[in-house]
T-cell receptor
């Protein structure tokens, strides 16, 4: 059972370009979460999605950032017109569909995408 | 989610038990204690969680006090690969609250050879 897959592992963009980060959840998981870790700082929750729905985007910056989790394919975190302050590690996590059991709310993380903005 | 307090750093000798404390005095009755760790430059890794009973798995043991205001994560035989930042997180567990995790500053555990 493959874990959470994120790609690319490293992404370099120039200021003003777009960054697209992809996340494939673990098999059987329908909840996806995105987190950002700025250099020398802690992990911050950004957005929580289920298939085709954004459940909680309270941690997302109001502009330039968007996320989707389509019916088919990976979840995408999109950053438009990147700035140097967007340079960070972006982690995706997934958790199982609800239905009870102790494993319900355990989040399993991918290895992250390190975005560098030049 | 209830607030947690952890020491910023701890040292432990290789082969010894590492005991990481966490205070969560405002924990609610339906909130679980979760532990994650982040080894440098890697994604966070789930370790263990519990509600009120002590828990043990292949990675660690979790001891929760009877009043649930604090807990201790125990790594029984620490190795150099256990050097990481350990996060104690309190949140609603099974039955609801499948929202984002709130990571504090955690405890930077350094295993000394």
């Amino acid at each position: 059972n493959a874990g959470v897959m994120q790609n690319p592992r490293h992404l370099v963009r120039r200021r003003g370009q777009e960054a697209r980060l992809r996340c494939s959840p673990m098999k059987g998981h329908s909840h996806v979460y995105w987190y950002r870790q700025l250099p020398e700082e802690g992990l911050k929750f950004m957005v929580y999605l289920q298939k085709e729905n954004i459940i909680d985007e309270s941690g997302m910056p109001k502009e330039r950032f968007s996320a989707e989790f389509p019916k088919e394919g990976p979840s995408i975190l999109r950053i438009q017109q990147v700035v140097r302050g967007d340079s960070a590690a972006y982690f995706c996590a997934s958790s199982p569909l609800g239905g009870g059991g102790r494993a319900k709310n355990i989040q399993y993380f991918g290895a992250g995408t390190r975005l560098s903005v030049l | 989610d209830a607030k947690t307090t952890q020491p910023p750093s701890m040292d432990c000798a290789e082969g010894r038990a590492a005991n990481l404390p966490c205070n969560h005095s405002t924990i609610s009755g339906n909130e679980y204690v979760y532990w994650y760790r982040q080894i440098h430059s890697q994604g966070p890794q789930y370790i263990i969680h519990g509600l009120k009973n002590n828990e043990t798995n292949e990675m660690a043991s979790l001891i929760i006090t009877e009043d649930r205001k604090s807990s201790t994560l125990i790594l029984p035989h620490a190795t150099l690969r256990d050097t990481a930042v350990y996060y104690c997180i309190v949140r609603v567990g099974s039955g609801g609250g499948a929202d984002g995790l709130t990571f504090g500053k955690g405890t930077h555990l350094i295993i000394q050879p």
